[in-house]
């Protein structure tokens, strides 16, 4: 099935399944903006708990704030966003579709590299065992023409972004004869910037309202709470600050799904450490933040990291974290070396002094600062279509099962009596009410026992339960693995020692501990 087919069945089944909907469905919805439902509300959670967990409870020099989405003006101004928060954008005339500049030319980057990939692939299909894929790539013509088109290419993107010539972008545009997608013609206006940050207004008009933002990130609402953590909680440095919280952006194109978003959600650590040790830490956290990601198991080979073409203002170094999406790999983690930018800015335009004084040297400085930044968002997409897949099992039946590792799953046990009579729903409730205070556990009566199986699949739940009339004299019950469909008979009073290991948080922290 082609990928683009595969992400459309994810939306579908998103919906169909109650982990996302479109928001205000029922007035068409509503641009890039989306709800979560009664699973995916769960995913989402567990997907923070999993974050929020690594960083706060892992580290003892790390801890967490929750810090308000409205934040003084001059807080956007002091940080750069105010001026320098904007994307190029560029309109195709025929089709009237708006594009953002530079995500047309990174596309373009990545076609040179599948072409490339695709020789490599009918190399390996031509010489099978007696391929050698290096070998290949160093002398194919094809290949290294393609390649080294791609590299022209991303010198010349480079260099425009780093002087910010948007007519060079444009130039850019036409040269590689990219088209626009819907219109497929090559009739597009200049390319213009275009700020990203949402405005309302606090206050009634009569009293003077002020113009205020809908926070674009959460790192602002860190650093300008610095100095109270670090007064209040007697921080040492290196330490850090952790925050889960809501991010808008007035996004120019809104397209595949949750992956950009108006409003969405970010979980964001900053950490504080003394200057010239900054690129050793930018390198501890890219690892550690590897490691987290690959704890999930969905493969090494499917994560990367790319480094930034052009750095932002405030930073000396930034590399992202890539997911192998079904459109391709896309950032969902961006890892940065924000200087003491920030602190100094905030410094500057508040009139505090905010520095830490270093007991071990006598000397007081503005901190530099680690970035990890993620997307719960773009976490939770990489998650669902990494997890989904059809199967066809033995005998031609097919099913849809998301392989979610078991402790992001909205719901760890089912609980099925095989029949609504005879006692066994209430054994089956029995099981429920003991099992629900360790882990989300859930009761499922209706329709046959193929069909709940089915239904438990496509929504990730890892283990069902089956309660039958031997379970009323022998206290056993038959236990379900998703993935395997095996079936064994246990104990009920086994049921929690044998899962609560599997379920929970404590096993995927461990292994992204051990990793890192
Ligand atoms: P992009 O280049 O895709 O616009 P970015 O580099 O601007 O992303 P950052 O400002 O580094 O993103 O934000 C950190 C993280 O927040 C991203 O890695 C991503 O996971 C998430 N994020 C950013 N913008 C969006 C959005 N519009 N919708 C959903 N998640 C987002």
Redesign the pocket.
């Known amino acids: 099935m082609a990928q683009e087919d595969v992400f459309k069945k994810i939306v579908a089944h998103c919906k169909e399944y109650g982990f996302v909907f479109p928001s205000s469905d029922i007035y068409d919805g509503l641009g890039a903006v989306y709800d979560y439902g009664q699973n995916g509300v769960e995913l989402k959670n567990n997907i923070k708990q999993y974050w929020w967990q690594s960083m706060v409870l892992l580290h003892d020099n790390i801890v967490g704030i929750d810090s308000a989405i409205f934040m003084h003006p001059t807080i956007w101004k002091a940080s750069g966003h105010v001026d320098a928060f904007n994307d190029p954008l560029i309109d195709n005339r025929d089709s009237k579709k708006r594009y953002r500049a530079d995500v047309l030319i990174e596309d373009q980057i990545a076609k040179y590299e599948e072409k490339a990939d695709k020789e490599v692939a009918k190399g390996r299909k031509r010489f099978k065992e007696a391929f050698d894929e290096a070998q290949f790539r160093a002398t194919n013509p094809r290949v290294l023409d393609y390649m080294a088109k791609r590299d022209a290419l991303h010198e010349r993107f480079a260099a425009a972004l780093e002087a910010n010539d948007l007519e060079e972008l444009r130039q850019i545009i036409i040269d590689e004869e990219i088209v626009c997608p819907i219109s497929g013609t090559r009739n597009w206006t200049d390319v213009r910037q275009f700020n990203l940050m949402f405005a309302t207004e606090m206050g009634s008009t009569a009293d003077g309202a002020s113009k205020i933002y809908l926070r674009p ?1 959460t790192a602002q609402g860190i650093f300008v709470n610095y100095l109270n953590v670090q007064k209040t909680g007697r921080m040492k440095l290196p330490f850090g600050i952790a925050q889960i919280g809501k991010a808008f ?1 007035n ?1 120019i194109v809104a397209r595949q799904f ?5 409003e ?1 959600e ?1 979980m964001e650590m900053q950490f504080f450490v003394k200057p010239g040790t900054e690129l050793q830490w930018f390198e501890t956290w890219k690892k550690t933040r590897m490691a987290w990601h690959q704890a999930l198991g969905f493969g090494q080979e499917n994560y990367r990291f790319h480094d930034h073409e052009k750095l932002a203002h405030y930073a000396n170094a930034a590399a ?1 974290i890539e997911f192998k999406m079904p459109f391709g790999f896309k ?4 890892v940065h070396s924000r200087t003491n930018f920030d602190l100094s800015q905030h410094a500057k335009f508040s009139g505090r002094k905010i520095e830490y004084f270093d007991p071990e040297t006598n000397e007081s400085y503005t901190p530099y600062v680690i970035e990890t ?3 719960v ?2 976490m939770f997409l990489s998650v669902m279509c990494h997890s989904y897949e059809e199967q066809t099992l033995e005998g031609g039946e097919t099913r849809v099962v998301l392989h979610l590792p078991a402790a992001l799953a909205p719901t760890k046990l089912a609980v099925l009596p095989l029949v609504k009579k005879d006692g066994l729903p209430e054994k089956a409730r029995e099981i429920v009410n003991d099992l629900k205070f360790h882990f989300n556990t859930q009761y499922d009566e209706k329709d046959s026992i193929g069909k709940r199986y089915r239904r438990q699949d496509a929504v990730g739940t890892p283990y069902c339960v089956t309660v039958d009339h031997d379970t009323l004299t022998d206290d056993c019950v038959t236990l379900r693995d998703r993935d395997t469909m095996e079936q064994q008979r246990v104990r009920i009073d086994s049921l929690r020692a044998l899962l609560e290991d599997k379920v929970s948080l404590t096993s995927l922290l461990r292994r992204g501990a051990q990793i890192g």
């Open positions: 990130e952006r996004e949750i992956f950009r978003m108006r969405f970010q992202d950032e969902v983690e961006g930044s993620i997307g968002d773009r």
